[in-house]
């Protein structure tokens, strides 16, 4: 299904979009909507990428305490034999 839309593009977006749709011989249409679901899969992706260094931070500190925790017990049981 598609759906009509109306955009508001710097001209020089629009000359380059149109010299390349030219060259190429692709449609507008498909050229923009190529353009676009390329541009949404790296958003997405930019997006994901935040999100994980965020959520990174945010359990780095309680890594790290459970890793000198095994540390410790590990410790413990090289010391008893």
């Known amino acids: 299904m598609t759906k009509a839309v109306t955009l508001r593009l710097k001209k020089h ?3 380059d979009a149109e010299a390349i749709t030219r ?3 692709v449609p507008r249409g ?5 353009a676009l ?7 997405r ?3 994901l990428k935040e999100q994980l260094h ?11 305490e459970v ?9 413990e049981l090289l010391n008893e034999h």
């Open 13 to 15: 977006l629009l000359d």
């Open 23 to 25: 060259e190429a011989r």
């Open 30 to 34: 498909k050229y923009f909507n190529d």
């Open 37 to 43: 679901a390329f541009y949404n899969t790296y958003t």
């Open 45 to 47: 992706r930019r997006l």
């Open 54 to 64: 965020k959520e990174s931070r945010l359990v780095r500190q309680s890594s790290l």
């Open 67 to 75: 890793l000198e925790e095994f540390e410790q017990l590990e410790d």
